[in-house]
Each structure stands twice: as structure tokens, then as C-alpha cells.
């Protein structure tokens, strides 16, 4: 089955300065690539997703890339603020189908400090 | 849109009582809804993937009869915890998933913080 690691685990960034998250997966037939942002006690929020035909996508201060032969994609955080204090998780899954589960990554604990 | 609404948010109760958590998808129908535990500073935990009309399918480790599971409509399942003990104390949130095809995001509810005395 997917096995998705994720790194750092926890990571404490200057208020201003960039916050990087790596992620691989192991499922060659994943195709569909989720962010999301856990508050301490609240849901976990999609920030930001990807698709395997796509190499990169931006947002704002956010953007995602994606490199399939390697299997590993990256979450990047730009100008960071202290509410984007929070745990991200990465995910993958074999979107597409009714059917799919998505398999989270452990979390990364992001600290900006102001 | 697409806002999932979980239901207990916080449960207490003796060792031995049965817990209903429900989870609805207020403006969307949903296929698929799953359902997670989370242990603190951990990440999400797969324990079952709910299809509406059918048995849901249970994640390996993850017993059957221990976390019931019922997708009677496109709009809500439940997560019954039987016969709960305090191992059994976690966080319990459910996701939903639309029904279109394609990549669908799953949106998720706000969790139940389950504690058995």
C-alpha cells in the first residue's frame, strides 16, 4: 500500500522568511496530491492540491511542486506569518475513483516567529 | 460550500457504554466518507473507508466489530464505538468526499474528542 513520509517534523521559521516541506510517496499509481493545515484542535483545512499532469501550482504565499519520477513533492510557504503557524500534512492518493482513500503523511509542527 | 458536520464534538463517558458519531454532508452528496483517528501530535490514522449503501471497508488492525460503521444515505454516516474502553480515547474526525468523479478533495468534519473513564 502508499506509504507517504514527511520532513521535517517540526520547523521554526523567522516571521518574513520561507518555510520548505518535503514529501515522498511510494505508490507509483498515485496521482492526486492534497496539503493540508491542522490547527491544535481543529479540522485539517486543504490549503493547497496538485495532479500528476501538473509540475507545479501557486497560491498566494503558497505553492506545491511535483516530481513524479522521483516521487516526492514539496510544499512552499512564502513572506510566512504567525497564523500560518500550524501542522501541515501531505497526502497522496490514486484520485479519480469513487473509491479512493487518501493516505496522510506524520505532520510537520511549523512555527513562525514573529 | 461543501461543509461536513460532525456530531458529538466532545464525549465522556463510563468504560463499557457504546458512542454514535455522526457525520453529515450538509451540501453535497457524498460517495465516500472516511473515517480517521488521531492520537496527539500524530498524524491522521485510516480506519475505514464508508460507501453509501454498501459496507464499508476497514483499514488492517482496525476491528470490525469494535467500530461500527453505517452509510445509509449520501448525507450521513456513523461511526458507532462499542463497548468503548480508555484505550479507546482518541480524537475521531470524519472526511467526505463529493460525489462527482475526478479529483476530489475531502473535506472534513471538526472531530470528536472521545474520553473513556
Known amino acids: 500500500g502508499e506509504n507517504v513520509e514527511q520532513h521535517p517534523s517540526t520547523l521554526s521559521v523567522q516571521e518574513g522568511d520561507s518555510a520548505v516541506i518535503k514529501c515522498t510517496y511510494s505508490d507509483s499509481a498515485s496521482n492526486y496530491f492534497p496539503w493540508y493545515k491542522q490547527e491544535l484542535g481543529k479540522r485539517p483545512q486543504l490549503i493547497i492540491d496538485i495532479r500528476s499532469n501538473v509540475g507545479e501550482k501557486k497560491d498566494q504565499r503558497i505553492a506545491v511542486t511535483l516530481n513524479k519520477t522521483a516521487k516526492h513533492f514539496s510544499l512552499h510557504i512564502t513572506e510566512t506569518q504567525p497564523e500560518d503557524s500550524a501542522v501541515y500534512f501531505c497526502a497522496a492518493s490514486r484520485g479519480g475513483t469513487s473509491y479512493d482513500k487518501v493516505i496522510f503523511g506524520p505532520g510537520t509542527s511549523l512555527s513562525v516567529i514573529p | 460550500g461543501a461543509v461536513v458536520s460532525q456530531h458529538p464534538s466532545w464525549v465522556i463517558c463510563k468504560s463499557g457504554t457504546s458512542v454514535k458519531i455522526e457525520c453529515r454532508s450538509l451540501d453535497f452528496q457524498a460517495t465516500t466518507m472516511f473515517w480517521y483517528r488521531q492520537f496527539p501530535k500524530q498524524s491522521l490514522m485510516l480506519m475505514a473507508t464508508s460507501n453509501e449503501g454498501s459496507k464499508a471497508t476497514y483499514e488492517q488492525g482496525v476491528e470490525k466489530d469494535k467500530f461500527l460503521i453505517n452509510h445509509a444515505s449520501l448525507t450521513l454516516s456513523t461511526l458507532t464505538v462499542t463497548s468503548a474502553h480508555p484505550e479507546d480515547s482518541s480524537f475521531y474526525i470524519c472526511?467526505?468526499?463529493?460525489?462527482?468523479?475526478?479529483?476530489?478533495?475531502?473535506?472534513f468534519g471538526d472531530g470528536t474528542r472521545l474520553s473513556i473513564l
Open positions: 472526511s467526505a468526499e463529493a460525489r462527482q468523479g475526478g479529483f476530489q478533495p475531502q473535506h
